[in-house]
């Protein structure tokens, strides 16, 4: 069955430094979004982003935030200069017009 | 006010018992979505809903969208059961989804 691949699963890093989170959505999926989800709360919009340009984005989703899909294939999550507060669970999906959602299993990052 | 609530926040029941965990919404949605997470895992999907009702196994979703409301069953519960379960709201085909806060089941031997 296809799936969604997030990678690296974990991730620990010093505040300040550059994160990128990787994913590679279903192959014949156009739509794709990410969520985060801090410990202990529910999963929040980032960002979904279709036909190589973002289609809409939260207030979370400030400066410090981009999104690429660089080779067709992946679909990548940059943090510029992480803070204690990107601590959380970061979730990629994709879809299809009209099907259902897919999830990856997460990246955990840890901000120190 | 939040676009997707879930009831209720924690369930615990045993082994065995009919299980119902309620979502109603705000918003017109073209889809609505119940998601299963494991503690410290992924999200898998198990439904999506635009109308009726859908059974898979164990687990049953119906929704009503005039009353704008969504349920799921579990029966004959199962330890393997326990997680939280997620119901999350779509407006358009290709929109995000708003998810609801969750609610977490424990199911006893």
């Known amino acids: 069955e296809p799936e969604v691949t997030q990678t690296p699963s974990h991730q620990v890093t010093q505040m300040g430094q550059e994160v990128i989170l990787r994913c590679v959505p279903i192959?014949?999926?156009?739509?794709f979004y990410w969520y985060r989800q801090i410990l202990g709360q529910k999963v929040e919009f980032l960002v979904s982003f279709y036909n190589n340009e973002i289609s809409e984005k939260s207030e979370i989703f400030d400066d410090q935030f981009s999104v690429e899909r660089p080779d067709g294939s992946n679909f990548t999550l940059k943090i510029r200069s992480t803070k204690l507060e990107d601590s959380a669970m970061y979730f990629c999906?994709?879809?299809?017009?009209?099907?259902?959602?897919?999830f990856g299993e997460g990246s955990r990052l840890t901000v120190l | 006010k939040n676009e997707v609530e879930q009831s209720p926040q924690n369930l615990t029941a045993q082994e065995g018992e009919f299980i119902t965990i309620n979502c109603s919404y705000s918003v017109g949605i073209s889809a609505l979505h119940w998601l299963q997470q494991h503690p410290g895992g992924g999200i898998v999907s198990l439904f999506m809903?635009?109308?009726g009702k859908k059974k898979h196994g164990r687990l049953i979703a119906t929704i009503n969208i005039q009353e704008k409301h969504s349920s799921l069953h579990i029966t004959a519960s199962h330890p393997r059961d326990s997680a939280v379960y997620i119901c999350a709201a779509q407006k358009t085909s290709y929109d995000k989804v708003i998810f609801g806060p969750g609610t977490s089941l424990s199911v006893i031997p």
């Open positions: 809903l635009s109308s």
């Open positions: 999906a994709s879809s299809q017009t009209g099907g259902g959602l897919f």
């Open positions: 192959s014949n999926h156009l739509y």
